[in-house]
């Protein structure tokens, strides 16, 4: 396996990871109980307003961090991870409802973006905080 397929591959295990464990700390803090007690990770009510861009940081926290793992044309990676997500998600929605909708695919534009900005983003911040320690960038000249 090449090393750069392997770092593709840890780059989606990695963002697989954090958008699983973030949407569990998001499901245990903002969803509000109907009858019964808060659960004890519930977010203090001044929050609760906030659930909109909790949810948007759940999806560009991953993509982030696979942008920054990949660091391998984060420009064409990144359009394939979008269109990914938005078959994915409208695809889900679409099921789920039985109907095809425009909130189905406002949802999946928006979490598809997302992404897509998300790993320029992160192979971007990647490029820019590891410094080039090549041949070439330390001769002196």
């Known amino acids: 396996m090449s090393r750069t397929l392997l770092r593709l591959a840890l780059a989606f295990v990695a963002a697989f990871a954090a958008k699983v464990s973030l949407n569990a700390l998001y499901m245990a803090a903002f969803p509000v109980p109907v009858d019964g007690p808060t659960p004890p990770l ?22 982030l961090i696979l942008g920054a793992i990949a660091r391998w044309r984060t420009g064409p990676l990144a359009v394939a991870v979008g269109v990914l997500i938005l078959g994915w998600h409208y695809a889900a929605y679409a099921i789920a409802d039985s109907a095809f909708s425009s ?19 992160g192979g971007y911040l990647a490029q820019r905080w ?12």
């Open 130 to 141: 590891m410094p080039d320690t090549s041949l070439e960038r330390t001769r002196d000249r």
């Open 42 to 63: 519930h977010v203090p009510i001044w929050l609760e307003p906030y659930h909109e861009s909790a949810s948007l940081l759940c999806d560009i926290v991953p993509s």
């Open 103 to 121: 909130w189905a695919l406002d949802i999946a534009l928006r979490v598809s973006m997302v992404w897509t900005l998300g790993v320029v983003a």
